[in-house]
């Protein structure tokens, strides 16, 4: 049977590494659907990915702005069935602006869009697929003060949104920083994109590991793209997206390790869910 994949936000970056790796290693009958927000930059990147000569499988593109669940519902709709999805979409943050004046279009993409993927996709990935949100190590709940952890830990898909919510409306009335709410947004979000992993997983568990289907999230580790570039100097360190893209790849494709199942798995080793302690921003990008 052909098998199917989509990678979100995938027209730069982690992304686009990530396509033109499945792009390589599923057969020529497979497909892999290149996504992301924005027409002319998702024609480009698959033209891109078509021309390579290391591409085995049918690439096409396809317009999927992730912030838009009615969007998501409608694409996956379309397609029926999935085997491969990876939720990788990010948007910028701009190191010049506060981070209040960017979280209802960071929390969209990064939040909600995870939200509508693990809702939509979830329950059409066949049996034996892969569904992987990118997150980062960012993710573990020891990274949000004790008093918040409850608000991740162990509920349902249902509560992590309503989280996310109570703390976007906290930012809007300027209110986040006394409730313990870290002032760099990119923690909670990631805290949330993995609680919202765990959420979905814990509800499918059983059947999943019963039929070899992961549901996980992954930290690719620093990589060297349009998002990170404004918040590092020294890149000496950092992975190509073409590097990173390897360690998630090879969650695809090995068989399933039931110690992976619904966690957080960095270079194939998970990162205790509790881990983590509450940083400061410079910490955290410096
Ligand atoms: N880079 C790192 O060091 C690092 C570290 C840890 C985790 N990560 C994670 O890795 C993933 C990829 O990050 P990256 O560094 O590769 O970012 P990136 O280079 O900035 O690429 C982000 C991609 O997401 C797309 N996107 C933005 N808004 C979208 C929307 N509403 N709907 C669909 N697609 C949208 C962008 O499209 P446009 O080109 O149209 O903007 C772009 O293709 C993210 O989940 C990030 O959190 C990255």
Not at 59 to 84: K, T
Not at 230 to 243: L, R
Not at 248 to 277: K, N
Request: hydrophobic share 45%; net charge negative.
């Amino acid at each position: 049977m052909t098998r199917t994949a989509v990678v979100t936000g995938a027209n730069q970056g982690l992304g686009f590494a990530l396509a033109r790796g499945l792009a390589t290693r599923l057969a020529s009958d497979d497909l892999v659907l290149l996504t992301g927000r924005d027409a002319g930059r998702v024609a480009a990147a698959a033209d891109r990915l078509a021309a390579d000569p290391a591409t085995r499988s049918r690439v096409e593109d396809r317009v999927l702005d992730v912030s838009d669940a009615g969007a998501v519902a409608h694409f996956v709709e379309c397609l029926g069935a999935v085997d491969i999805v990876l939720s990788n979409a990010i948007g910028p943050l701009d190191p010049g602006r506060p981070q209040s004046e960017q979280a209802d279009v960071f929390l969209d993409i990064a939040n909600g869009g995870t939200h509508a993927v693990l809702r939509s996709f979830g329950p059409v990935l066949r049996p034996g697929g892969r569904l992987i949100v990118v997150a980062s190590s960012l993710g573990t709940l020891g990274h949000l003060p004790e008093a918040l952890r409850p608000r991740f830990d162990g509920v349902p898909l249902d509560d992590v949104e309503k989280a996310v919510e109570d703390w976007r409306s906290a930012i809007h009335a300027g209110t986040a920083r006394a409730e313990g709410w870290p002032d760099w947004i990119n923690v909670p979000s990631k805290v949330a994109q993995v609680a919202a992993v765990r959420a979905v997983a814990a509800e499918r568990r059983e059947r999943d590991l019963a039929d070899g289907t992961l549901v996980a999230a992954v930290c690719p580790g620093l990589v060297d793209t349009r998002a990170s570039r404004p918040w590092f100097t020294d890149f000496s360190q950092a992975q190509t997206p073409d590097q990173a893209a390897r360690a998630v790849l090879a969650l695809v494709f090995a068989d399933l390790d039931p110690a992976t199942y619904g966690e957080l798995v960095r270079f194939g080793r998970v990162l205790p869910w509790t881990g983590g302690s509450p940083s400061r921003h410079e910490d955290l990008i410096g």
